[in-house]
């Protein structure tokens, strides 16, 4: 609190001085309703003594304002939270569904202080690391691939024509559960800083390098996390990563061809033994016209599980959320026990295909097997306003998943593990 006591001090001394600055608005207002059933958790109805399945619905906002000081300088302030209007119990238990995907209701998401320049960009404070890295309408290329949402901490970005530097440091992470393009995600949960630092006590630092040659993109970097659990908690502890990713972007005769190969290595500790967990991921996209888009992918890991902060440029929407022991979860791909596709030796693949973001009616469809198995689809429609402006957009989904050792509870899941979610979100 005493990071946050100062930054909210800085705030407020640059805003009394702020009466000729631009004020931008940002964020949302919107609603989220999860139904599960087959073969979800479920509890016993007091009505009718008939099985209910996990089942929420709530309400979601991130509201902020960015002052503009100068065409270089601005600092933003805004808070972000989440409320169950409706909750079903699950077996045997006393906390409601809701309360275990929205343990805590708001916090201060957004306390910064900004430079940005045309090549270079400097931000401290708590901010959305992944706007800053991939530009407000998310289309700047980065090799920043594994992180997303609000962090706490600083980042750097300095751009030329052809090569780019980043760097970032994360003290902690706003526990927003969320994943890039992924449709209603930042509202299906919700978890303090705190929280999360409770349970990740260590420093992250990130830096890479950024080729980048229109038709061709390398970029390499480099992960270190001085205490990937908490101190009190035996086994593993700091994470050094390395990687890189390539990308081959050809456009011709209104098609768009986007190949990108990822590699990520890591060297941990783990019950007493280090580790060195190796992932490979290669991901093919063909857009047509600007608009439709398919594709497929396949992500391959050695023996050992890669550990990750619940975020990547996957085209899942297996749930990344959990309960408090892990094994509550609309999906549980993140869950505690098995990240799933990231775990050891596996291999999962997948084939996909939708309608691209900024378009009036968006779609993705998804098929994923292997290791894991997946199928989802999951649209939106924009109801009223512009993409890139104020605008009102109303969608809805089905996700069917299926795992291997997903945790230790009753229910089967060797099954699949149906799911419907519907939302509503006005974007400021």
């Known amino acids: 609190m005493k990071k946050l006591s100062i930054s909210l001090t800085l705030v407020a001394a640059l805003g009394a001085s702020a009466s000729a600055a631009e004020v931008t608005p940002f964020g949302f207002i919107g609603g989220y309703y999860s139904q599960g059933f087959s073969n979800m958790p479920t509890q016993t109805s007091a009505t009718n003594s008939k099985e209910v399945g996990e089942a929420y619905a709530a309400v979601a906002a991130h509201l902020?304002?960015?002052?503009?000081?100068?065409?270089?300088?601005?600092?933003?302030?805004g808070f972000w939270g989440g409320l169950p209007l409706y909750e079903t119990y699950y077996t045997g238990g006393v906390t409601p569904v809701g309360d275990r995907f929205y343990p805590q209701n708001w916090d201060v998401s957004d306390a910064y202080l900004k430079f940005d320049s045309q090549s270079v960009s400097v931000i401290g404070g708590r901010f959305d690391v992944s706007s800053f890295y991939h530009g407000k309408d998310g289309k700047d290329y980065t090799g920043m691939d594994w992180l997303w949402g609000n962090i706490q901490g600083?980042?750097?970005?300095m751009k030329s024509k052809n090569i780019?530097?980043?760097?970032?440091?994360?003290?902690s992470k706003l526990g927003v559960n969320g994943n890039y393009n992924r449709m209603a995600y930042d509202m299906?949960?919700?978890?303090?800083?705190?929280?999360?630092k409770h349970n990740h006590v260590g420093e992250v630092f990130m830096g890479g390098v950024d080729f980048d040659y229109d038709t061709f993109k390398f970029s390499p970097f480099v992960i270190y996390d001085t205490n990937?659990?908490?101190?009190?908690?035996?086994?593993?502890?700091?994470?050094?990563s390395a990687g890189a990713k390539v990308v081959l972007d050809v456009k011709g005769n209104g098609v768009e061809s986007i190949t990108t190969l990822r590699a990520l290595w890591q060297q941990y500790e783990s019950a007493g033994r280090d580790v060195s967990p190796l992932l490979l991921w290669i991901d093919e996209e063909l857009i047509f016209s600007d608009i439709f888009k398919v594709?497929?992918?396949?992500?391959?890991?050695?023996?050992y599980g890669i550990l990750l902060y619940g975020h990547d440029k996957s085209r899942f929407y297996g749930y990344r959320s959990s309960g408090a022991s892990g094994i509550y979860s609309s999906g549980g791909i993140y869950g505690a026990g098995n990240p799933l596709y990231y775990g050891g030796n596996s291999g999962t693949y997948y084939v996909f295909a939708g309608i691209k973001p900024d378009s009036r009616l968006e779609l993705d469809l998804l098929f994923a097997g292997g290791d894991y198995s997946e199928f989802s689809a999951v649209g939106q429609f924009r109801v009223l306003g512009q993409a890139d402006k104020v605008n009102l957009k109303v969608g809805a989904g089905f996700v069917s998943t299926r795992g291997y050792n997903w945790d230790t509870t009753s229910v089967d899941f060797d099954k699949r593990r149906n799911n419907l979610i519907a939302f509503l979100r006005l974007s400021l």
């Open 164 to 171: 780019g530097f980043w760097a970032l440091w994360m003290n």
């Open 295 to 303: 594709g497929a992918g396949y992500i391959k890991t050695n023996d």
């Open 228 to 240: 990937h659990q908490h101190s009190g908690t035996a086994g593993t502890r700091s994470v050094l």
């Open 154 to 157: 600083a980042a750097f970005n």
């Open 188 to 196: 299906a949960s919700f978890g303090t800083y705190s929280a999360f």
């Open 64 to 77: 902020g304002l960015d002052v503009g000081l100068s065409p270089n300088i601005s600092f933003g302030l």
